[in-house]
């Protein structure tokens, strides 16, 4: 066997790519804070960044061989034993096959998914968690949620010679998630169903207007989302190569094939396209898309993004209907998105675009993809939907995950942080130290 | 001594304030308002929801004048304040009894 080298190429886009994920937290801090009312946007964006802040020590710690470690030879889970990544600095990547980049940087690339996922289910909860609650949530959560379900899908193993030991089960079984419609976004929107659950209506929900308090600070954040989901879905090549170049063109395509679903729904229904439906839109389309972007040719990329738009724009309204109060969509999007992008590429999966890829229905393939991806689907929904709901409400009747009524209709932001985010007049700030 | 009190159209504030200006008025009061009279609110839709909004933005402008130009500074008020359609705003007089400078402790007339 020869000595793999370093290829640079790929280790400079695998790097930048990192922080183009990492870019993703933040700009989700903005989306949801945008939404949120001027007395908790700061609460909103704390939620994200404290997640940033818990994830990254986990995964150091022990978070990277829980996903990817290979010892333990489970299909469920890595393995038990300390990321030690201190002595694999010259050692290189190697899930389902050898790849010449550093382990390191597959390491940090993946981290940056771990923490993006346990901090879009804050949006589920916004206005009204207990902070401490939600950083101990996040600690749990990624543990026994993310990390294994991040081996399910994304561990493909440790292959030496013709053997591999420690495949997820899902990876296993063939299912097809490029860069995380599952493991990522069906698991999140699943949790945020079960924390709304658990958590009960905001004070006044569906009494009093609960408008976004800045639509810009969303249009900012959709942007830094739409900018760093290059590397998360381009990234999930492992490769500055064509598949990267695919699975780039087909995030941008999806993503404005969403965006033109969404407000082309709101255009009719409502009689006006909104700022808030165009960035919505552009996050449902990136939220397809991430299963599909290296599986699907570009065509039906748009058709996945536009059906995307529709389909989430449609299914925000759900709540109502159910009475749990998703505060800012993640279900209907996250979730709703996820399902759609991981169960399309049953239909528009082709081989043709990736030589490692199955034909779906679309492509005279048969429905046994499709059966994969539905596997997929329920079990991730399944699983991350159950142990929530069992932690969430462990949570609650232990420590307790709301703020007092009292503090809510104050604002969180002062109550969890105090910390006002705007000055609103120059007249309403006396004091001194 | 009179109060005016003006409730306006926020775009016609810059008309009014050069009318009396024109008037020879020499001082005044602006702030922010809303509220809502014939004119209704409008409605709002964020991801398919609907906000009925019913406090409509206005300013509301504050000037004191001596009685004996009450009349003619409402009535210059009014005239350039008119658009002629719904929200157009109100204005009002309330008696003063006492007016003082706080530099120079002039009190009533003086003092406006």
């Known amino acids: ?433 | 001594m009179k109060l005016i009190t003006a409730i306006l159209k926020p775009f016609k504030l810059d008309d009014v304030k050069n009318a009396l200006q024109a008037h020879g008025i020499n001082g005044m009061t602006v702030s922010e308002a809303s509220g809502f009279g014939r004119q209704k609110g409008h409605t709002e839709v964020y991801r398919g929801a609907e906000y009925t909004v019913d406090l409509v933005p206005k300013v509301r402008l504050e000037v004191l004048v001596d009685d004996s130009e009450a009349n003619s500074v409402v009535d210059v008020i009014v005239k350039a304040a008119s658009t002629g359609s719904i929200g157009d705003g109100k204005v009002w007089t309330t008696p003063v009894d006492q007016i003082v400078r706080v530099r120079t402790g002039e009190r009533g007339v003086d003092a406006i």
Not at chain 1, 215 to 234: K, T
Not at chain 1, 350 to 372: C, E, R
């Open chain 1, 1 to 433: 066997m020869e000595a793999t080298v370093l290829n640079s190429g790929d280790t400079a886009w695998m790097l930048a790519s990192t922080a183009l994920v990492l870019l993703m937290t933040p700009g989700l801090a903005f989306f949801y804070g945008g939404m949120v009312r001027t007395k908790s946007v700061l609460n909103m964006m704390m939620m994200s960044m404290v997640t940033i802040g818990i994830v990254s020590i986990l995964w150091v710690i022990y978070g990277f061989e829980l996903a990817f470690g290979y010892k333990g030879n489970s299909p469920w889970f890595g393995s038990f034993s300390l990321s030690g990544l201190g002595s694999q600095v010259n050692a290189f990547t190697n899930n389902g096959g050898v790849y010449p980049i550093p382990l390191l940087v597959f390491a940090a690339f993946q981290l940056m998914f771990a923490i993006i996922t346990p901090a879009l289910i804050s949006g589920a909860i916004a206005d009204r968690t207990k902070f401490t609650a939600w950083a101990i949530f996040v600690a749990i959560w990624t543990t026994i949620v993310y990390f294994p379900v991040a081996h399910w899908v994304f561990a493909f193993g440790n292959k030496v010679g013709d053997k591999t030991t420690g495949t997820g089960y899902l990876a296993g079984k063939g299912l097809e998630d490029f860069a995380g419609g599952t493991a990522v976004h069906i698991n999140a929107g699943a949790a945020g169903l079960a924390l709304a659950i658990i958590l009960g209506k905001r004070v006044g929900w569906r009494k009093e207007a609960m408008r976004p308090h800045s639509l810009p600070l969303v249009l900012l954040g959709s942007g830094l989302l739409w900018f760093g989901w290059f590397g998360f879905n381009a990234g999930s090549a492992l490769a500055a190569n064509g598949l990267a170049g695919l699975a780039f063109m087909n995030t941008q395509v999806a993503t404005a094939g969403a965006l033109i679903g969404w407000i082309l729904v709101e255009k009719i229904r409502n009689g006006h396209a909104t700022s808030l439906g165009a960035a919505s839109g552009a996050v449902a389309g990136l939220v397809a898309i991430t299963p599909a972007c290296a599986f699907v040719a570009p065509w039906a990329a748009v058709v996945i993004g536009f059906i995307a738009g529709i389909l989430c724009s449609l299914a925000v309204g759900m709540k109502y209907k159910f009475g749990f109060d998703d505060s800012l969509d993640v279900v209907g999007v996250h979730l709703v998105g996820g399902i759609w992008g991981s169960l399309a590429i049953g239909f528009f999966g082709t081989h043709v675009v990736n030589s490692v890829g199955i034909d779906g229905l679309f492509y005279g393939g048969g429905s046994a993809l499709l059966g994969k991806q539905a596997l997929g689907v329920g079990m991730v929904a399944g699983y991350s939907f159950i142990v929530t709901l069992i932690l969430g409400f462990s949570i609650e009747k232990t420590i307790g995950f709301r703020i007092p009524r009292d503090a809510e209709i104050e604002g969180i932001d002062l109550s969890e942080h105090a910390e006002t985010a705007y000055e609103m007049t120059s007249s309403s700030r006396g004091g001194a130290f």
